[in-house]
Each structure stands twice: as structure tokens, then as C-alpha cells.
């Protein structure tokens, strides 16, 4: 099973930016559709974003269009998450996502078809 490594979570004052990446390690072949999903205190995850396969697909939830910005690198295996204009209600443990199947459009990934979750980095966004 592939393992996705996450960093760049933190703190950061309202209206600031974080950038998050996601490393697939243990994968010679980088081609599923890849995602980002949160979960804040007391809420079911989330959907966030999803890009797929050759990144020439993505989708994002209401809540974060027009502020956060989904890119991968399939050379280096990363998948990233501009996070701008970051406001409180921001604030989760962000959880990058990897879909079961290869070749996947970001219009076909949900919580039900991922089949590697990293271990989540947490983004406090503060007033």
C-alpha cells in the first residue's frame, strides 16, 4: 500500500497562506486522481479538491473556489495545496487522498473512492 506523506500544515492569521504537499512513496507509477479532504471538530470529512490523473481535471467544493489552487508533479510524485486568503472557518486537519483506480478524472474521486489516505497536518487558521 502507498504511503502519502503531508506537510506544511500550521498556524496562520486570517487572510494568510499555506501551501501543503503531499509525497506518494512507494509508487513507480503515479497515475491515479489525487485529492484533499479536511475534517474540522465535531464534522464528517469533507471534500475539498480533486485533480486528476495527468492534472488536466480538477474540482473544487464551493467553500474554497477562487482560494485554494490543486497542483501535482507526477515526476516527483507530489501532489500540493495552495491554501490562500485563509479564514477561520478554514480551519481542519486537511487529509490528502489518493484514488483506487488509475487514470481517474477529478470529477470521479469522493470519500468513497480513495483507496491511500495520508495521515493528515493540521491548518489553525486564526482571527
Known amino acids: 500500500q502507498v504511503s502519502l506523506v503531508e506537510s506544511g500544515g500550521g498556524l496562520v492569521q486570517a487572510g494568510g497562506s499555506l501551501r501543503l504537499s503531499c509525497v506518494a512513496v512507494?509508487?513507480?507509477?503515479?497515475?491515479?486522481?489525487m485529492g484533499w479532504f479536511r475534517q474540522a471538530p465535531g464534522k464528517e470529512r469533507e471534500f475539498v479538491v480533486a485533480i486528476g490523473w495527468n492534472g488536466g481535471t480538477t474540482y473544487y467544493a464551493d467553500s474554497v473556489t477562487g482560494r485554494f489552487t490543486i497542483s501535482r508533479d507526477n515526476v516527483k510524485k507530489t501532489v500540493y495545496l495552495q491554501m490562500n486568503s485563509l479564514r477561520p472557518e478554514d480551519t481542519a486537519v486537511y487529509y490528502c487522498?489518493?484514488?483506487?483506480?488509475?487514470?481517474?478524472?477529478?470529477?470521479?474521486?469522493?470519500?468513497?473512492?480513495?483507496?491511500?489516505w495520508g495521515q493528515g497536518t493540521q491548518v489553525t487558521v486564526s482571527s
Open positions: 512507494g509508487r513507480t507509477i503515479f497515475r491515479n486522481a
Open positions: 487522498a489518493a484514488d483506487r483506480n488509475a487514470y481517474a478524472t477529478a470529477q470521479q474521486m469522493g470519500p468513497t473512492t480513495v483507496g491511500d
